[in-house]
């Protein structure tokens, strides 16, 4: 039983390029979640999405941060134009339902991707 | 704004002491979830406690919750070197869409 997987684990870019990350969830998990985080820092939300949509991008920057959930195919966090402000750890998460509910749920997280902008 | 804060920010004990580690938090929640992250790895999620409990175990770990306070613990007992990690506690915001909100963790040493 897979977990939550990610890749690359490690991505270096100089500033101005693109990064995409990829984040497949567990096996029947339809809820993705992408956090960020900086060094001695907690976990930032950025986005919540389902399959082919965005629920939550509170927590997205509003410029050069998109993301999706395609029906077939990982999840892909894209950074356009990157700065170094945008160095850090990217960790998705998934559950099999949405977490604030009731019912409440897990989130299981991947090994996290290390972006790293020169 | 920042919902979970842990308290200590970094705690150092000898093998086989007891770990106590605190958060508080700011609204109401839905529940409240522990995780440990060791050094430059992913997050292992812990345990979840709802917001209609008030104490949970599992293993050596023991969670409180006081919603009137606002705040939990995590316990853990007879603690080994292999729990050296930072713990991070996250709350799921009543109302909230299904984010965790994270506060900034507790950095745990265990000297053998």
């Known amino acids: 039983n897979a977990g939550v997987m990610q890749n690359p684990r490690h991505l270096v870019r100089r500033r101005g390029q693109e990064a995409r990350l990829r984040c497949s969830p567990m096996?029947?998990?339809?809820?993705v979640y992408w956090y960020r985080q900086l060094p001695e820092e907690g976990l930032k939300f950025m986005v919540y999405?389902?399959?082919?949509?965005?629920?939550?991008e509170s927590g997205m920057p509003k410029e050069r941060f998109s993301a999706e959930f395609p029906k077939e195919g990982p999840s892909i966090l894209r950074i356009q134009q990157v700065v170094r402000g945008d160095s850090a750890a990217y960790f998705c998460?998934?559950?099999?339902?949405?977490?604030?509910?009731?019912?409440?749920?897990?989130?299981?997280f991947g090994p996290g991707t290390r972006l790293t902008v020169l | 704004s920042q919902q979970g804060e842990e308290d200590p920010q970094a705690l150092s004990i000898q093998e086989g002491e007891n770990a106590t580690m605190n958060c508080s938090y700011k609204?109401?929640?839905?529940?409240l979830q522990w995780y440990r992250q060791n050094s430059g790895r992913g997050l292992v999620h812990l345990i979840l406690?709802?917001?209609?409990?008030r104490e949970k175990h599992s293993g050596r770990l023991r969670v409180t919750l006081d919603t009137s306070k606002k705040s939990s613990s995590l316990l853990i007992t007879a603690s080994r070197a292999a729990d050296t990690a930072s713990y991070f506690c996250?709350?799921?915001?009543?109302?909230?869409?299904?984010?965790?909100?994270f506060g900034k963790g507790t950095k745990l040493s265990v000297k053998p």
């Open positions: 998460a998934s559950s099999p339902f949405q977490t604030s509910g009731t019912s409440g749920g897990t989130q299981y």
């Open positions: 096996k029947g998990h339809s809820h």
């Open positions: 999405l389902q399959k082919e949509n965005i629920i939550d």
């Open positions: 609204t109401s929640i839905n529940n």
């Open positions: 406690i709802r917001s209609n409990e």
């Open positions: 996250a709350t799921a915001p009543l109302g909230g869409q299904g984010n965790l909100i």
